[in-house]
């Protein structure tokens, strides 16, 4: 068995970054460098660089979302990148969305330890929850899916003219590119590369921003909505 990587010192952005969470984070890297790695969250050889590449990368992502909204973060993982985003911005209302038991369990315990008030943990796909949690103002994600099939599970989340903020590498423009058809069946009506986290992390993050207009998902979707919102009320009726 191979011993496990040693996590290094939080770098001084972090302290800039996080500000009055620094400590929470600091903790957060902990279990990611420890329970993570055992649990198979995270790989073993993504601990030396879990400060520039994972949580300051995803905090920077802060620097794109707008004041007061709600956030669901889609295929959350260990938590990334919802949880930094979370520990910068108190004031974002945060779903973690995770099918997986393991996963969950996890950012459960994150999210009580740090004390994530604002951070709610929902176990589900995406196309499963829709109609069953009210739909947000901002979708995010990173290294889920490809662009396309990533707008197909994140976009029917939104609420009418929100975003969808999808944190991608070098191909961003190649995604977005291929994506183009995809993206304006599902009712995007503008699209932008943005770079965000220059002085604090390098390369800078790239997020690629989709928003949306009146009818999110478009047409294919408008009816499965409106069939999940029949659904729920008849259920609600019930109980």
């Known amino acids: 068995m191979t011993e496990a990587a040693e996590l290094p010192p939080a770098p001084e952005q972090a302290r800039e970054v996080f500000g009055d969470r620094f400590a929470d984070v600091v903790r957060?890297?902990?279990?990611?460098?420890e329970a993570g790695v055992q649990r198979g969250l995270i790989g073993p050889r993504e601990?030396?660089?879990?400060?520039?590449?994972?949580?300051?990368?995803?905090?920077?992502l802060s620097e794109v979302v707008p004041e007061g909204v709600t956030v669901c973060d889609v295929g959350s993982g260990a938590g990334l990148p919802g949880i930094p985003l979370?520990?910068?911005?108190?004031?974002?209302?945060?779903?973690?969305?995770?099918?997986l038991l393991r996963r969950t369990n996890f950012l459960t315990e994150v999210v009580e330890l740090?004390?994530?008030?604002?951070?709610?943990?929902?176990?589900?796909?995406a196309e499963?929850?829709?109609?069953?949690?009210?739909?947000?103002h901002v979708v995010t994600a990173r290294a889920v899916a490809p662009l396309d099939r990533l707008a197909t599970w994140g976009i029917p989340l939104l609420r009418p003219y929100g975003e969808m903020l999808a944190l991608k590498g070098d191909t961003a423009e190649e995604e977005l590119k291929s994506a183009t058809a995809a993206l304006s069946k599902l009712g995007a009506v503008a699209t932008s590369i943005v770079h965000v986290g220059e002085g604090v992390v390098d390369p800078m993050s790239t997020v690629v921003k989709v928003e949306v207009g009146e009818s999110p998902g478009g047409v294919r979707f408008a009816a499965k909505r409106a069939k999940a919102a029949r659904t729920g009320r008849v259920r609600r009726r019930r109980g």
């Open 128 to 136: 499963e929850v829709m109609g069953k949690l009210p739909p947000v």
């Open 28 to 33: 957060y890297a902990e279990l990611l460098a």
């Open 47 to 60: 601990v030396p660089r879990l400060w520039e590449r994972h949580l300051l990368n995803c905090a920077v």
């Open 86 to 99: 979370a520990l910068v911005r108190e004031d974002l209302k945060i779903t973690l969305l995770e099918p």
């Open 114 to 125: 740090l004390g994530l008030d604002h951070v709610t943990v929902v176990r589900g796909r």
